[in-house]
């Protein structure tokens, strides 16, 4: 209730001009690329359109981001074209409702931050995976089915005007900006090849050619499938996949839009928000879907900062889709191409091309993995993970290799390791390695002001370590641990032999 009470709370200063403009000019960019991925998908054009009304208003409503605008994303359709292709568009709505749950939990359990654990060659990786994946989609519209069923590829004049005509889009999306940018590129380029086409009656594909739209609100509906184990089987994986990459898409553009607007949203409310709006989806025939980082920026390069905007975008939607149904199937293929692939172009991160050669080695091969799998398998959330295990073990190489142990012995007699660099599994070999037991007086002292324990494997080498001087008859002892270094051993020393030398005066805060 307090949410829907600060969308009209007057005592803000909320630019409402703004808002109203912002939220017209969304809905414009929503609607071409909702309807591009749901024909992509294989789905009704009108499954793309619910979802980009249902996914807009409640998360305008309930997000922890206002200005932030979701809708029928392509990240995560993509996931689920070869769940619809195998299974249909029943298990697509029970999959959508599974991957709600999933990440209202994420939300549930403030879960959230831990998006901000995917490095930047990772993301790289994935949003050009996910531009190719985008690109090549299209070229699949040069194909016609025939009334037996046989698809071909278009071939002489209709080839010729099809590629004119995505030609055409394409320049005026790209060219049109320099201009205004007033008014969505993208909206002026399909009612320019709209116009086209019907002025000098051009016979080419249009979005009747491939699904009628009925224009009805949508209706709850519960999905027509089996309620048994081998069905969550089917969908489980598909629902976990969708429901990661939605959450990885919807928070990083969460700290997108922190950045822009220098101030701070939730990530964990933005999680239950995505969550419910999915779930809300499968029961009411939309796709699903996450945050739309091109329309989020259109929507901030509007002026808005509130969830009107959002709110406003959604309702327009959802008039058309009422209202407009006859208009939107004469709307030519060639322009919803051309468009996506414009879209498609401004998601590869040609950044990442121009900095290759200032990139560490080991990122450029994170990159290029999460990219291969993203393409070959469609598997964003898998593409992620890979390239979040590659970084994590590289980096854990590279800090194994840090450790470093300065030896000296005092007047007494007494020797000294002082250790630098974390103890962890990756370095404990090499820190084993500069030990010399044998050799070695009675008294030996492991400083570690410079250092830190990390793990288990680091507490099971100091366990053998010790062990190995005390066979020789000989103590060893742990000076300046951390705080939590001396928690670490205090709760392991029921399996474990280790000596910890007080020293009151030395303290070291532990990491939060």
Not at 414 to 439: H, Q
Not at 451 to 480: E, W
Request: proline residues 4%; hydrophobic residues 50%.
């Amino acid at each position: 209730m307090k949410n829907i009470i600060t969308l009209f709370d007057f005592s803000k200063k909320i630019n409402y001009k703004n808002e109203l403009l912002a939220g017209f000019t969304v809905a414009m960019t929503m609607i071409p690329e909702s309807l591009s991925f749901a024909i992509l998908a294989g789905l009704s054009p009108l499954t793309g359109l619910y979802a980009a009304f249902m996914m807009g208003l409640v998360t305008a409503i309930l997000g922890g981001r206002p200005g932030m605008v979701s809708g029928g994303a392509g990240a995560t359709i993509v996931v689920l074209i070869a769940l619809i292709k195998t299974h249909g568009v029943e298990y697509l709505f029970a999959t959508v409702v599974l991957a709600g749950i999933f990440q209202l939990l994420v939300g549930v359990f403030k879960l959230g931050k831990f998006v901000r654990l995917i490095p930047q060659p990772v993301m790289y990786g994935f949003l050009n995976g996910l531009a190719v994946i985008i690109f090549m989609a299209q070229v699949e519209q040069f194909k016609i089915t025939n009334s037996n069923g046989v698809t071909s590829w278009l071939q002489g004049t209709s080839l010729f005007i099809m590629s004119g005509l995505v030609a055409l889009t394409i320049a005026i999306v790209y060219f049109f900006p320099k201009i205004t940018k007033a008014v969505p590129a993208s909206l002026i380029a399909i009612l320019i090849v709209f116009a086209v086409v019907l002025g000098f009656n051009i016979d080419t594909k249009t979005v009747a050619d491939i699904a009628h739209i009925g224009g009805n609100l949508p209706s709850f509906h519960i999905p027509s499938i089996p309620f048994s184990i081998e069905t969550l089987q089917i969908i489980f994986p598909y629902a976990l996949i969708m429901a990661g990459v939605g959450l990885i898409e919807s928070l990083l553009t969460l700290s997108m839009v922190d950045e822009i607007t220098n101030s701070k949203g939730s990530a964990n409310k933005e999680s239950v928000a995505q969550g419910i709006a999915n779930i809300t989806n499968g029961f009411f025939g939309g796709m699903g879907g996450c945050a739309m980082v091109a329309q989020t920026l259109v929507n901030l390069n509007a002026g808005s900062r509130a969830r009107l905007s959002g709110i406003i975008a959604a309702t327009m939607i959802l008039i058309i889709i009422l209202i407009g149904a006859p208009f939107i199937e004469k709307i030519p293929m060639a322009a919803l191409v051309g468009v996506m692939m414009m879209v498609a172009i401004s998601t590869f991160q040609w950044v990442s091309i121009r900095i290759v050669n200032k990139m560490p080695k080991s990122d450029i091969f994170v990159g290029i993995t999460v990219a291969l799998i993203t393409i070959v398998l469609h598997n964003l959330a898998l593409a992620v993970l890979v390239g979040v295990i590659i970084s994590a073990l590289v980096f854990a190489w590279d800090n194994a290799k840090r450790i470093r142990a300065r030896k000296y012995i005092d007047e007494s007699g007494v020797k000294y390791y002082e250790i630098s660099g974390p103890l962890f599994f990756g370095s404990v070999t090499t820190f084993t390695d500069k030990f010399d037991p044998m050799d070695d007086p009675e008294q030996v002292v492991i400083d570690f002001k410079e250092s830190r324990i990390v793990d288990m494997s680091a507490i099971d080498a100091l366990d053998k370590l010790s062990k190995k001087y005390s066979q020789l008859n000989k103590k060893l002892h742990l000076k300046h641990l951390s705080e939590d270094s001396i928690k670490m051993l205090k709760n392991a020393e029921a399996v474990i032999e280790v000596n910890i030398q007080e020293d009151p005066t030395y303290k070291v805060m532990p990491e939060k």
